[in-house]
């Protein structure tokens, strides 16, 4: 799978896992050339406390258009050290080498 806005790549694996629709990259899958820092915090009844990161890419922001689950609960143990995308983040799967 692969992640981009903003016609920039921001992630890219073949290990993503899937909850609730979303597609979780591993962390070191992240592009953090284009990942800066969000202090936004959401909570999930069932995954926990979520944190965000924003996405600078060519001049532009994207808020908070990623987030991850720093020590979710045990039922969403799948999603640590993993990334989710949305806010215009495109995912779709990568194309075959």
Same mark, same amino acid.
């Given at each position: 799978? +692969? =992640? !981009?806005? %903003?016609? @920039?790549?921001?992630?890219?694996?073949?290990? !993503? @896992?899937?909850?609730?629709?979303? *597609?979780?990259?591993?962390?070191?899958?992240? %592009?953090? &050339?284009?990942?800066?820092?969000?202090? *936004?915090?959401?909570?999930?009844?069932?995954?926990?406390?979520?944190?965000?990161?924003?996405?600078?890419?060519?001049?532009?922001? %994207?808020?908070?258009?990623?987030?991850?689950?720093? &020590?979710? +609960?045990?039922? =969403?143990?799948?999603?640590?050290?993993?990334? =989710?995308?949305?806010?215009?983040?495109?995912?779709?799967?990568?194309?075959? =080498?």
């Amino acid at each position: 799978m +692969k =992640a !981009t806005w %903003n016609g @920039v790549t921001i992630a890219e694996s073949d290990e !993503t @896992v899937v909850v609730e629709g979303n *597609h979780y990259f591993p962390e070191n899958a992240l %592009n953090r &050339d284009f990942v800066t820092f969000s202090n *936004h915090r959401t909570t999930c009844p069932w995954k926990g406390q979520a944190s965000y990161y924003s996405l600078l890419v060519k001049g532009e922001l %994207n808020t908070d258009a990623a987030w991850y689950y720093p &020590d979710p +609960k045990p039922e =969403a143990d799948m999603v640590k050290g993993r990334v =989710a995308f949305w806010k215009g983040v495109s995912v779709f799967p990568s194309p075959e =080498a």
